[in-house]
């Protein structure tokens, strides 16, 4: 099965293809998409319906279907931001300075809790599910004191998941593509798909 998608971070690609056996990915290649929606579920689904019609009209490859996600982390001190702006937050800064600054946000003694968030997105190109849908899935944590690790990407280096002291910069990848907000919500759309029984 190919699918395209709607995004060129090949570290999302590499998570998403363990989860869903037998999916072939093809990276977007195409102009940057609009992601202005005030929540996750209408910047996904806003990213698969652009991709699907910038496809319809431009793409040479056959595909199956078309795959969008958005998502973010979401730290209780902080309201719930950076949140759906996680990708936006300080733009200019790599994350090595990045996290540090979102870390000098928190007020030592302020609770620590946080959750990374994902909604996938998918329209069918062949087959039934032709109609856009939704599914999420998201993994509950607590923002480390400092940040550590340099596997994963992002804000990795300082998200603990729930059960564990290292951070999912520190942990293995096999580990947090079994946590992960986007495993979660990549094996509910497998099921949905067929993919897994
Ligand atoms: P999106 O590509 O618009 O969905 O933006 C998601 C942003 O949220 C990324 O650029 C990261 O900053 C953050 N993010 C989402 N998932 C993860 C993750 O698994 N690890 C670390 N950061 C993540």
């Given at each position: 099965m190919r699918i395209l998608l709607a995004s060129s971070n090949t570290h999302k690609a590499q998570e998403f293809?363990?989860?869903?056996?037998?999916?072939?990915f093809l990276l977007?290649?195409?102009?940057?998409?609009?992601?202005?929606?005030?929540f996750f579920q209408d910047n996904a689904l806003q990213k698969a319906i652009?991709?699907?019609?910038w496809h319809a009209q431009h793409g040479n490859e056959n595909i199956d279907g078309v795959m969008a996600d958005d998502s973010g982390l979401c730290v209780d001190a902080l309201f719930g931001g950076p949140g759906v702006l996680s990708a936006r937050f300080a733009p200019r800064l790599a994350?090595?300075?990045?996290?540090?600054?979102?870390?000098?946000?928190?007020?030592?003694?302020?609770t620590r809790?946080?959750?990374?968030?994902?909604?996938?997105a998918y329209?069918?190109?062949?087959?039934?599910m032709r109609e856009p849908f939704t599914i999420s899935?998201?993994?509950?944590?607590?923002?480390?004191?400092?940040?550590?690790?340099?596997?994963?990407?992002?804000?990795?280096?300082?998200?603990?998941?729930?059960?564990?002291?290292?951070?999912?910069?520190?942990?293995?990848a096999?580990?947090?593509?079994?946590?992960?907000?986007r495993a979660k919500a990549a094996r509910k759309l497998a099921l949905r798909l067929g993919l897994i029984p």
């Open positions: 293809e363990v989860i869903l056996p037998g999916v072939n977007w290649s195409g102009p940057d998409i609009p992601e202005d929606g005030a652009f991709a699907r019609d994350y090595s300075e990045k996290n540090p600054l979102l870390l000098s946000m928190i007020n030592s003694g302020e809790t946080a959750r990374f968030v994902c909604v996938l329209i069918g190109i062949t087959g039934t899935g998201s993994v509950e944590g607590v923002i480390a004191t400092e940040a550590r690790g340099s596997s994963g990407f992002g804000y990795d280096p300082i998200f603990i998941p729930n059960g564990y002291s290292k951070t999912f910069g520190e942990l293995e096999e580990i947090k593509n079994d946590l992960s907000h």
